[in-house]
């Protein structure tokens, strides 16, 4: 709805429905408007409203801010971290990490599933014939 400047600039019969001339806001111009005073009623408490429930807004969002900034201030995070980091050893963190992951990788499986479907007495027969294949024996009795 347009911005409308409520005042009056002719005077006319007081009717139960006064129509006066307004003023309204359009592409950076006031141009004059009828309105009844039903409609100016209207449009000023539809305005109130409206700047009523963006105070509000501001108001919680402002609290909720300064509540949020108080609670991390009462909490002292920053200074709880950076004390809890000076008595901790990264290396000694990541040592243990690596520990426990050597520790407790399933080589077996991995080993089970690289073989999987291979049979190594066979794989050992092949290799032995293949080499004695190319191998020349020769037996001399004397």
Do not use: W
Not at 81 to 95: M, N
Not at 112 to 120: E, F, H, R, T, Y
Request: net charge negative; charged share 20%.
């Amino acid at each position: 709805m347009p911005a409308v400047c409520l005042h009056s600039v002719s005077g006319e019969t007081e009717t139960q429905n006064q129509m006066q001339t307004y003023y309204k806001h359009d592409n950076g111009t006031f141009i004059p408007a009828q309105i009844s005073s039903e409609d100016a009623i209207a449009i000023l408490t539809q305005s109130a409203v409206t700047n009523a429930v963006n105070k509000v807004n501001d108001i919680i969002i402002n609290e909720v801010i300064s509540r949020v900034k108080d609670a991390v201030s009462d909490a002292n995070i920053q200074s709880r971290v950076a004390s809890h980091l000076e008595t901790v050893s990264i290396s000694d963190i990541l040592d243990e990490a690596v520990g426990n992951a050597v520790r407790n990788y399933d080589y077996d499986g991995v080993i089970d599933n690289a073989l999987d479907g291979v049979d190594i007495d066979e794989m050992v027969t092949d290799r032995i014939n293949d080499h004695l294949g190319d191998c020349n024996i020769k037996i001399s009795i004397n």
